[in-house]
């Protein structure tokens, strides 16, 4: 036979090749069902308790500056006011029952307390403003001699005794009093800068007393009465920031 041996033609007879379609894609991975969303079940969030309402008292004795201080405390404190409370320099120890700190003037001794010493005041001499003290810049205890010095009963300088000088004949006075008196020319006052300024007059000037005696100015408070406040406080007098660690 002509076509015995012969190999089937390719494509055809026994051996031809069954092709297969290759199932699209979408047919091996048939679509799934969407999910149905599972709902959440949400707790809020336990809300601190507001704070109760309060006011951090600050006394200072007369001439004290807390004024930059207060004011860095209303930026950080926002929420709770600031009351300065004017303390008697003669009961000062005292005055601590009724607010939360103070500045006071030292010397002040009490182991129940915590005493943060601020900054020494400026001494200087009060005197009429014609006065012939006030023509030098500076003063010092030399220029003083043969004045009449007027004693206070609010003194916080310790009543220094200056050589050469006389004491007035008349009772001590209140600061306030006395440099209405040195006005007049009658004598002169020794007192720190800051109540120098504070009781101003024009019929009196004041000029610093070189080498005279400081006055002490420092935060305190009773320690068994340490708040968070009075953290708050005491970092804001020595520079720290609200972020600052203590």
């Given at each position: 036979?002509?076509?015995?041996?012969?190999?089937?033609?390719?494509?055809?007879?026994?051996?031809?090749?069954?092709?297969?379609?290759?199932?699209?894609?979408?047919?091996?991975?048939?679509?799934?069902?969407?999910?149905?969303?599972?709902?959440?079940?949400?707790?809020?969030?336990?809300?601190?308790?507001?704070?109760?309402?309060?006011?951090?008292?600050?006394?200072?004795?007369?001439?004290?500056?807390?004024?930059?201080?207060?004011?860095?405390?209303?930026?950080?404190?926002?929420?709770?006011?600031?009351?300065?409370?004017?303390?008697?320099?003669?009961?000062?120890?005292?005055?601590?029952?009724?607010?939360?700190?103070?500045?006071?003037?030292?010397?002040?001794?009490?182991?129940?307390?915590?005493?943060?010493?601020?900054?020494?005041?400026?001494?200087?001499?009060?005197?009429?403003?014609?006065?012939?003290?006030?023509?030098?810049e500076?003063?010092?205890?030399?220029?003083?001699?043969?004045?009449?010095?007027?004693?206070?009963t609010?003194?916080?300088?310790?009543?220094?005794v200056?050589?050469?000088?006389?004491p007035?004949?008349?009772?001590p006075?209140?600061?306030?009093?006395?440099?209405?008196?040195?006005?007049?020319?009658?004598?002169?006052?020794?007192v720190?800068?800051?109540?120098?300024?504070?009781?101003?007059?024009?019929?009196?000037?004041?000029?610093?007393?070189?080498?005279?005696?400081?006055?002490?100015?420092?935060?305190?408070?009773?320690?068994?009465?340490?708040?968070?406040?009075?953290?708050?406080?005491?970092?804001?007098?020595?520079?720290?920031?609200?972020?600052?660690?203590?």
């Open positions: 036979m002509a076509n015995q041996g012969r190999r089937p033609a390719k494509g055809t007879g026994r051996g031809t090749p069954v092709r297969r379609n290759k199932a699209a894609p979408a047919e091996r991975y048939p679509p799934q069902k969407p999910k149905k969303p599972t709902s959440k079940v949400v707790f809020d969030a336990p809300q601190p308790e507001p704070e109760a309402p309060r006011t951090f008292r600050l006394g200072a004795v007369p001439g004290a500056t807390p004024g930059k201080w207060i004011d860095a405390w209303k930026q950080r404190m926002p929420r709770v006011p600031l009351e300065l409370v004017t303390i008697d320099p003669a009961a000062q120890r005292d005055a601590l029952d009724r607010v939360d700190a103070a500045l006071l003037r030292l010397p002040l001794t009490d182991e129940s307390l915590h005493i943060i010493p601020l900054y020494d005041e400026v001494p200087v001499v009060v005197a009429a403003v014609d006065s012939h003290l006030m023509a030098a500076q003063l010092t205890a030399a220029d003083l001699e043969g004045e009449v010095v007027i004693a206070l609010d003194d916080v300088l310790g009543s220094p200056f050589p050469g000088t006389v007035a004949t008349f009772d006075l209140p600061t306030d009093e006395a440099i209405a008196t040195a006005a007049s020319g009658v004598g002169i006052v020794v720190p800068m800051s109540l120098a300024r504070l009781h101003h007059r024009k019929d009196a000037d004041h000029r610093v007393l070189a080498h005279g005696p400081t006055s002490t100015v420092a935060l305190v408070w009773p320690r068994e009465r340490t708040t968070a406040d009075v953290e708050t406080f005491v970092g804001i007098v020595r520079g720290r920031t609200a972020n600052s660690s203590r």
